[in-house]
């Protein structure tokens, strides 16, 4: 679906290679997070796949299409082909939601009859079927991405590319836009993400491909993880694929979801009630075994024993205290 072969570029004779000798290889329906720190090559690379950039030496095929002989004229009919998702949205602010994604069908020359069918269906798959009618202005920054994500899958790409497609949005936003990105692959789309969000992708676990000075140092194809250290100095020394450190916030809130979840649900119970109940029961049956033991202890200090014989009845010792009257 995405190959790179041996790829080299620089800006200017003379300069440091952006991209030095890239060798990768990505799969149809593959989820894939580029990372690197800011200057690794990320942006380059994604300029080759929408061929914003050319590059000095190498070879790329995109979905069976060598770009070496597609034309400059063509360029916009093979940019259709792929879906782009950008971290600052880039929606039109005087439209809605029906229609920045209609626009991008628009372009493609589809039927307004096509347009008023596809659009629908693609606001319920990002689930905003009931913002249709919005500006950009009145929604949420998350939701914002997911117009942004509705545009860019309208046309039912077969490559998505999503650049920083978290970088505005606070920890739980970021885990929904994910969620849908994931929905998307699993309908067949092969999904290409950069980010600089460690706890989404030590989260996840799909493939990592680490970029540092314009070259690819790790690409880990399974359990992949965020593995640049703060200082910029390589890859830091974690222990296991798919660790992700027990201090992060998505890491606690991850495995409370899944404890959640591992959970049978049971009908809610008033313990408090029931232990109330149980208490005032034990309480009431001390205060009798006191109550008796003290009637006992009255009763043999009076030279009566009732411990092993019965209390003789009030009633007769009054009705015999008047007849000796």
């Known amino acids: 679906m995405i190959l790179f072969d041996h790829v080299t570029k620089r800006y200017g004779k003379g300069t440091r290679a952006v991209l030095d000798d890239i060798s990768l290889h990505i799969s149809a329906n593959e989820f894939v997070f580029l990372v690197g720190k800011s200057g690794a090559g990320k942006s380059t690379l994604l300029k080759m796949i929408t061929k914003e950039a050319t590059p000095d030496s190498g070879k790329i095929i995109i979905g069976g299409i060598d ?26 602010p005087s439209r809605t ?16 009859h096509e347009i008023e069918n596809t659009v629908p269906k693609v606001l319920d798959l990002v689930g905003l079927s009931d913002k249709a009618n919005r500006f950009p202005a009145d929604l949420s920054g998350g939701e914002r ?19 920083e497609p978290t970088g505005n949005l606070d920890v739980l936003t970021s885990k929904e836009i994910i969620d849908l990105l994931q929905k998307i692959n699993n309908y067949g789309t092969t999904i290409l993400v950069t980010t600089h969000d460690a706890n989404i992708v030590n989260l996840l676990k799909k493939r990592v491909i680490t970029m540092r000075d314009g070259k690819i140092i790790s690409d880990q194809k399974e359990h992949g993880i965020y ?15 798919g660790h992700m450190r027990p201090t992060s916030y998505l890491y606690k809130t991850a495995e409370a979801e899944l404890r959640r979840e591992a959970t049978p649900r049971r009908e809610n119970i008033p313990h408090r009630e029931v ?38 009845d009030s009633n007769k010792r009054t009705r015999n205290h008047r007849l000796i009257q």
Do not use: C
Not at 77 to 90: A, E, L, T
Not at 145 to 163: C, T
């Open 227 to 241: 593995r640049l250290d703060t200082d910029n100095d390589g890859i830091s020394d974690l222990p296991q694929p």
């Open 97 to 112: 939601v029906f229609e920045n994604v209609a626009f991008a069908l628009e372009i493609a020359g589809m039927s307004n």
């Open 275 to 312: 232990a109330t109940r149980r208490e005032a029961t034990d309480s009431y049956e001390d205060a009798t075994r006191r109550e008796t033991t003290i009637r006992q202890e009255t009763d043999l200090h009076r030279g009566i024993d009732t411990r092993n014989n019965p209390r003789p």
């Open 67 to 92: 770009l070496d002989y597609v034309k400059r004229r063509h360029i916009p009919d093979y940019r259709r082909r792929i879906g782009v998702v950008f971290q600052d949205y880039k929606l039109l």
């Open 145 to 163: 991405q997911r117009v942004s994500i509705a545009r860019s899958v309208a046309r039912q790409p077969k490559i998505l590319i999503a650049d």
